[in-house]
């Protein structure tokens, strides 16, 4: 079992309404979750604890790795650090510096136009999606947390996507996916967020 | 070092701590080279060195925005590491230079006081405290107030000027210590540069816990922090 949500909750201030509320999800190694809702239902939020990137406020989280892929919903790399830097200095932060060669392939595969070269605060907003999910997929993890991935990417980069989670996916890579788009949900279960509550979509 | 690396990196990138570092600096330079060069100067360059050290504690602590924070930390695998190497990294671009004006002034034999080099060693370890305690004050600060620069700036002028005072560890204790013939008395200044190191730890894990409490990698205000 890569990963295991039991009971978790989340409210933002004491007496606040809960936006994640007692949710309980497993997530076998080699699977993936793919989490549907609308704008504001508590997608990131779910994904964020997941990271223990927010602290919960009951519940229980079993399984997380030290060292994951993450994509945030939003993220701004530094601005002047070239594509390259940049994926050279996190695959040396996770102590595995060769992965820095395997997230350029991966940059190449998802259709970065610019090059490795390019700074990145030159880059469009696809570019820099494709570069953020580059660093996500670059190692070998036993879990990947992916919010919105599709966001920016053309019709390409996303088939790519999907190419490239399906491999990792046999690597026995588990996934967590919150996206608004349904392309990846034939690689694994649909799950439908709704007033703090998770429900297995059909 | 990795983590070092990496922040330094960023650090240097960014660019946004530099104005008032530089400031800082010139200050430090002016207040050792305005004569005569007596090792009493260390006195006020201690204080000029905290301000220094805290306002790059801050300005690491602060120079990544959220979401690139929480995938820094996915990748190294616990925010506390990365809190501790963005310490180091404003500990190692605070420290030096006043060591450098220290001990060359020394070597070079530009005090018109003479101090011996036990002396100069003991104002020397004063500073290194002093470096250590300011970048972790800094990097407090930075885990409270990370979206307000101002404010934070100005609470750290207040801690810098409250070093001032006589008890305060590292500066306020440690300088009175510090004569031309040795640190009189040594166990004042040995207090003083270990108050400075506890002190420096208490920060930095209070930081540590803060930002895991308060400001994760994306509270609902997390969008709106701006590097």
Same mark, same amino acid.
């Given at each position: 079992m890569a990963l295991e949500l039991r009971g978790v909750s989340k409210r933002?201030? %004491?007496?606040? %309404?809960?936006?994640?509320?007692q949710l309980n999800l497993s997530l076998p190694d080699g699977s993936l979750a793919t989490i549907h809702g609308a704008n504001g239902c508590g997608k990131s939020t779910l994904l964020r604890l997941t990271g223990e990137f927010l602290r919960l406020t009951s519940g229980r989280l079993n399984g997380l790795p030290a060292k994951f892929g993450y994509l945030p919903d939003r993220a701004l790399p530094p601005a002047r650090m070239t594509a390259q830097d940049y994926l050279s200095h996190l695959a040396r932060l996770a102590g595995s510096p060769g992965a820095a060669k395997t997230g350029l392939e991966l940059t190449e595969r998802l259709g970065l136009s610019p090059g490795p070269s390019a700074r990145l605060g030159t880059l469009s907003r696809g570019n820099l999606q494709k570069l953020l999910l580059a660093q996500a997929l670059m190692r070998p993890v036993s879990l990947a947390i992916l919010d919105e991935p599709l966001t920016g990417l053309d019709a390409a980069a996303s088939a790519t996507l999907h190419t490239l989670i399906a491999e990792r996916l046999a690597d026995g890579c588990a996934f967590l996916v919150a996206t608004h788009e349904a392309d990846l949900d034939d690689l694994g279960e649909v799950y439908l967020l709704s007033d703090g509550h998770l429900s297995r979509s059909a | 070092m990795a983590g070092l690396r990496y922040v330094l990196a960023i650090a240097l990138r960014t660019q946004r701590w530099a104005p008032p570092a530089i400031v800082l600096v010139g200050l430090i330079a002016w207040a050792w080279f305005a004569p005569p060069l007596m090792l009493s100067a260390t006195n006020f360059v201690a204080l000029l060195l905290f301000a220094l050290a805290s306002w790059l504690g801050y300005a690491t602590a602060t120079a990544e925005d959220p979401g690139q924070e929480a995938i820094a930390v996915s990748n190294y695998g616990s925010y506390g590491r990365l809190a501790l190497a963005r310490w180091a990294a404003a500990f190692l671009l605070a420290a030096p230079f006043p060591l450098i004006l220290l001990f060359g002034s020394y070597f070079w034999h530009a005090f018109t006081d003479r101090p011996t080099l036990a002396a100069v060693g003991a104002a020397g370890l004063l500073l290194l405290s002093t470096a250590a305690c300011g970048a972790a004050i800094g990097a407090l600060v930075g885990s409270l107030l990370p979206t307000r620069p101002a404010w934070a700036a100005a609470l750290l002028f207040i801690a810098a000027l409250g070093e001032a005072a006589p008890a305060i560890p590292p500066v306020g204790l440690g300088n009175p210590t510090l004569t031309p013939t040795g640190p009189e008395p040594l166990s004042q200044l040995i207090l003083a540069i270990g108050l400075g190191l506890i002190l420096a730890a208490a920060a930095l894990t209070l930081a540590s816990w803060w930002h895991r409490r308060a400001r994760p990698g994306g509270s609902p205000e997390a969008g709106q922090h701006s590097s």
């Open positions: 933002y201030r %004491p007496n606040a %309404p809960f936006v994640v509320d | -």
